[in-house]
């Protein structure tokens, strides 16, 4: 058991010198990397034994922590009568006490707030501040009522409370759980609702979901508008009570559909912070522990990679039980991966499980050691994937897991399994973004704008490769049907119609069938010409040398191809399966084009019909991760720096410090890879590496910063080959 002597024996040696940091002049969400926080329950207030979790927060080498203040339950004695005291509160003030001992041990606060919803009594002294359905009735949360983003709650009570708990107890800033109100799924009928909308826009609230109605659309952006309104205003109150550097930061979820349902404009939200709380606390099976690597990209892309971002990351595995620890383990390295760093979560300040006590403390102990190679560091990677959350919104929709997370999963997938270091970069970020980049993929990036679309074609036009699949560039903004693709310039291929890609289609038993080089001159239905048949497969095809098909379970339609195309892939349609005496091809060879590709001046351009990123994403088929992969090799030619051999399923990601090459190499051979928890690692090994090495960093150097070993690095031309025994859980090089 891990009682509290333990705990001061445990701390005595390395006792942290964080109240030094205190009287830094650098702003705490510039230094503060490493979190804590226990989720205080309503009984808490009589069993929370602060002096207990003072020293647990040396132990975890913590810098911050995050205590609850306000908002649904209050754990201070607030001047707002109706402002709901914890049920065990009893008077004291013990979130006052929780902070000022957090002060006097050197810790920046956050005060944990929840905004949303409140108990009946304060329903009925302000019914007008209450979100409505159409009838009239509240929108209600189990007992609780659920307060309208457009009312005095948000604009007038919530700004008082704020500057009460500053000027109680002088907080670093707010860390507010559930601070956007209503999802889209509910469209409130309030009063205020109505009023403003009207104002806004001249039109009545909609009156049903309706992604093709111009009002309902309208309704989505100022929904938008007002989360981003509101987190200026809570930081503004913050500021002006509490100084330049008290900062109001709501939760983000690392979920891009969940940011969607929740209106958070991720973009103009990361434009408006110095420091961002993720609330994306585990893997679910269907992503693995490589999504939380993917979320640090693409929210550092947001927000830029000076900024710190942390994440509560939950040590329960069902509310209140440990979490194995290698589960827990593992999300937070592939965290530190992608520019994530670590703050542990439990709910409740006493557990019956004690387990969880012990999982974050090695973990926290090598983020302390080696936190400057995990921060202010810039991402090295040849291959950008693009995304937007108004692709998720307007071309996703309501289905945008399947219309826009799993093309974009299966991609990235296919990178991962081939060890091909990518960036996320966001849709309006192309030119920012894509200077060391060799190609963009659009995975089904249905929804473009046309100057979005712009910067994809000067992409190409100054050699950069592209790759897109489905629908991509078929719709603009707004989601709806362009008469053909936008890019279709550049795909040199042209949609068959306009409701192409806008819903995903199964038949398990279609396939593809690979076939000998083709250079047409017109291709398809409408063809002039017979194709000219080389009589070699392209190299996309390499490795397939003893298949003529791979399976593929979905649909294509015919399409119109322009002069010059490749045609390496045709689609093979579905036949019956059973009995087996059935099972044999209808139609084994059509002209139906799956996989296009072509030369635009310097650049390589693939199109893929084929939802085979999608169909990869659900099926986990190895020729159809091979064959993404194969079409990222070619686009990239020899600009992938990085070639990484050795048995097992590593994530690779790439950075550079002036100076320096940061490597990181996520060990995901575990006997729950797909299927968490895993409570056993596996060690996979040896593993040879070589890298391209950036100009200022002369590999003379090495340093592997897991398991404290300098191996040797050969540089030949520019590229660092090295090796190294095995990686557990994970491994960060450093080669100066
Ligand atoms: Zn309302």
Redesign the pocket.
């Known amino acids: 058991m891990l009682t509290r002597r333990k705990i001061l024996q445990l701390t005595a040696a390395g006792a942290a010198t964080l109240s030094a940091q205190s009287t830094s002049s650098v702003p705490w969400y510039k230094r503060a990397t490493r979190w804590g926080q226990t989720n205080i329950t309503e009984r808490d207030p009589v069993r929370y034994d602060i002096a207990w979790w003072r020293e647990y927060w040396k132990l975890t080498q913590i810098q911050g922590v995050i205590i609850n203040a306000g908002g649904i339950v209050a754990y201070y004695p607030s001047k707002f009568p109706l402002h709901h005291r914890a049920e065990f509160l009893n008077g004291r003030d013990l979130y006052g006490e929780l902070a000022k001992a957090a002060h006097e041990d050197g810790l920046a606060v956050l005060a944990r707030m929840d905004s949303n919803r409140t108990t009946e009594d304060f329903f009925r002294a302000h019914p007008d501040w ?3 359905q159409k009838s009239g009735d509240p929108y209600r949360e189990a007992d609780k009522y659920v307060t ?4 005095p709650y948000y604009d007038e009570y919530l700004p008082g409370i704020l500057q009460e708990i500053i000027e109680r107890s002088h907080p670093e800033g707010f860390g507010d759980n559930s601070w956007s109100g ?1 999802t889209r799924e509910r469209i ?7 009023r403003k909308f009207q104002a806004k826009t001249g039109k009545a609230l909609p009156a049903r979901k309706d992604w093709n109605n111009e009002v309902y659309r309208k309704w989505i952006e100022w929904n938008y508008a007002r989360r981003v309104e509101i987190w200026e205003l809570n930081n503004h109150v913050a500021k002006a009570a509490g100084g330049p550097h008290c900062l109001w930061l709501g939760m983000n979820s690392g979920s891009i559909t969940t940011q969607s349902r929740d209106f958070r404009d991720f973009r103009e939200i990361c434009k408006r912070s110095e420091f961002l709380l993720l609330d994306h606390q585990s893997r679910t099976d269907a992503t693995g522990f490589q999504q939380n690597g993917d979320t640090g990209k693409l929210v550092h892309g947001l927000v830029g990679w000076d900024k710190v971002i942390t994440e509560s990351m939950a040590l329960y595995q069902v509310r209140v039980a440990s979490k194995p620890e290698p589960e827990a383990r593992m999300w937070m390295v592939e965290g530190f991966a992608g520019g994530i760093q670590p703050w542990w979560h439990m709910v409740g300040a006493y557990h019956d499980d004690r387990r969880m006590y012990r999982t974050p403390e090695r973990t926290f102990r090598w983020h302390k050691l080696h936190e400057q190679y995990l921060v202010n560091r810039r991402p090295v990677a040849a291959v950008g994937v693009i995304w937007s959350q108004r692709n998720t919104d307007f071309y996703g929709r309501d289905d945008a897991a399947e219309m826009v997370d799993l093309p974009y999963r299966g991609f990235t997938q296919a990178l991962l399994r081939a060890r091909i270091p990518y960036l996320p970069v966001h849709a309006d970020d192309i030119e920012k973004e894509s200077a060391g980049l060799a190609v963009l993929i659009l995975p089904n990036v249905g929804a473009l704008s046309d100057a979005q679309c712009q910067s994809i074609r000067q992409f190409v036009q100054r050699r950069g490769s592209l790759i897109a699949t489905g629908a991509s560039s078929l719709y603009d903004e707004w989601g709806d049907a362009r008469k053909d693709f936008a890019l279709a310039d550049l795909l040199g291929a042209h949609a068959p119609s306009g409701e192409f890609g806008r819903k995903e289609a199964q038949q398990v038993h279609s396939y593809l069938r690979l076939i000998p080089e083709m250079r047409t001159k017109v291709w398809g239905p409408h063809a002039g010409e017979e194709p000219v048949v080389s009589g070699t497969r392209h190299p996309v095809l390499q490795g397939f040398d003893e298949t003529d098909i791979i399976p593929f379970g979905g649909v294509l339609e015919d399409l119109r191809l322009d002069a010059g195309t490749t045609v390496p892939l045709t689609f093979v349609p579905a036949f019956p399966t059973y009995p087996p005496e059935t099972a044999w091809m209808r139609h084994p060879k059509t002209d139906i084009p799956a996989l296009v590709l072509r030369t635009v001046g310097n650049a390589r351009v693939a199109y893929l019909p084929a939802d085979i990123d999608r169909r990869y994403a659900r099926t986990n088929l190895p020729d159809q991760g091979n064959l993404l992969a194969n079409i990222v090799r070619w686009a990239a030619g020899t600009r992938v720096g990085l070639e990484v051999h050795g048995p097992g399923l590593i994530d690779c990601h790439l950075y550079r410090q002036p100076g320096r090459m940061i490597l990181h190499f996520v060990n995901l051979t575990n006997e729950g890879t797909w299927r968490g928890p895993i409570d056993e690692l596996i060690p996979v090994g040896p593993i040879q590496v070589k890298v391209k090495l950036p100009d200022d960093v002369r590999g003379r150097s090495s340093q592997l910063l897991v398991s404290d070993a300098k191996p040797m690095v050969a540089v030949q031309q520019g590229w660092a080959s090295f090796e190294f025994k095995s990686i557990v859980d994970h491994e960060v090089v450093v080669i100066a």
């Open positions: 209450f979100a409505r309208c983003v457009n009312s209503l409130c009928y309030c009063d205020n609702c109505t």
